[in-house]
């Protein structure tokens, strides 16, 4: 698992080199962000189940087949799949927001998902959807907190959309 800080130091370290003036940069702009990465963090983490909960009912309004019978949502039991994988994707995505990389979303949460959706034939559109939402809700919680620059929320919940979507070969 890697964080801003790591990432660089590895990819300096690959090919020997000292830390120069665009790594600098990359790192002052990390530190830079540093507080808002833990305030944007502290937001989700006190409403966590909250978005959850928003986030899936917004969901299943726009695509109510899913709890419908036949729907891949439809029973308890994925139902609440369906809600635990969504606060699975809001929790690490905290986790990328204070490292300031994507890599423990790689490892911990992408790696084999789209195959294990696929055979379940969780649907990947409506999972995509679900991540916008949550990623929408933060956001504008962080406004109305005061956060003045809010666009860094976006990079773990577009990398998981991505990384989901891609098509498999
Ligand atoms: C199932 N989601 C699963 C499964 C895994 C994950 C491994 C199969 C095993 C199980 O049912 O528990 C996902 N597991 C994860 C992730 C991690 C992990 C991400 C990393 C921490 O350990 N169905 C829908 C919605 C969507 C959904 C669009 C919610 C957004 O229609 C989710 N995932 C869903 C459902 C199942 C599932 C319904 C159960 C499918 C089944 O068993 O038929």
Do not use: W
């Not at 969504?86 to 300031?100: E, F, K």
């Not at 790696?111 to 034939?121: A, M």
Request: glycine content about 6%; hydrophobic content about 40%; charged content about 25%.
């Amino acid at each position: 698992m890697r964080d801003a800080v790591t990432t660089l130091i590895k990819n300096y370290d690959v090919t020997g080199r000292y830390l120069d003036r665009n790594a600098m940069d990359e790192l002052k702009a990390y530190f830079d962000s540093g507080s808002a990465r833990i305030a944007a963090a502290s937001l989700i983490n006190t409403s966590s189940s909250d978005i959850v909960k928003k986030a899936a009912a917004l969901l299943f309004e726009e695509v109510p087949e899913l709890i419908r019978p036949s729907g891949n949502a439809y029973t308890t039991r994925r139902f609440s799949a369906c809600l635990r994988d969504m606060d699975y994707y809001l929790r690490y995505a905290t986790y990328a927001l204070v490292a300031g990389d994507n890599n423990v979303l790689d490892e911990r949460v992408l790696y084999g998902l789209r195959e294990t959706y696929n055979s379940l034939g969780v649907p990947i559109g409506p999972t995509v959807r679900g991540i916008q939402i949550m990623k929408d809700i933060i956001k504008e919680m962080a406004n109305e907190a005061g956060l003045s620059n809010t666009a860094f929320i976006d990079a773990p919940f577009d990398h998981m959309t991505r990384e989901v979507s891609e098509i498999s070969v």
